[in-house]
């Protein structure tokens, strides 16, 4: 039964480290979206379409596509990063598991301890 438990968190993982592994582009492109340079690439832009009184439908639906795809991005790097905590959640929580085990056998060994000792000092006695 812990077998199949530990095989079944075992492939999780892996599958999960395999789209981590997939989707890492996102990353770069949320940092290139995110950045200073596009802000003012996009204000630059913006001011020249208006000054040379191109079509207004044409830049608001261009804008519009862009918000759809930098939306998509956005989505996707929140489940990446829903990935990384789903990790980092599985990892603390075995560290817990395994601080649980070791607390629980040092308070058996201190049990031992004080049985030895009263053993002890009924036996001086």
């Known amino acids: 039964m ?8 075992a492939d999780l993982q892996s599958n999960q480290l395999q789209e981590l592994k997939r989707i890492r582009i996102i ?13 003012f690439f996009h204000v630059i832009w913006f001011t020249l379409w208006l000054m040379m009184s191109w079509d207004i439908d ?3 639906m261009i804008v519009s596509l862009e918000a759809i795809v930098l939306m998509i991005l956005l989505l996707m ?5 829903g990935i990384k905590d ?9 560290a817990d598991i395994n ?27």
């Not at 812990?2 to 968190?9: D, L, N, P, S, V």
């Not at 789903?86 to 075995?94: F, G, M, N, V, W």
């Not at 649980?100 to 001086?124: G, M, P, R, S």
Request: net charge positive; no cysteine; hydrophobic share 35%.
């Open 99 to 125: 601080s649980l085990k070791t607390a629980q056998k040092i308070l058996d060994e201190v049990k031992e301890i004080k049985e030895e000792i009263k053993e002890l000092k009924k036996t001086k006695k």
């Open 27 to 39: 990353d770069s492109m949320n940092s290139w979206v995110g950045s200073w340079f596009f802000l």
């Open 2 to 9: 812990a077998r199949k438990k530990w095989a079944k968190i």
């Open 86 to 94: 789903d990790l980092r959640d599985e990892a603390d929580y075995q």
């Open 77 to 81: 790097s929140q489940n990446r990063q």
């Open 58 to 60: 044409m830049l608001t």
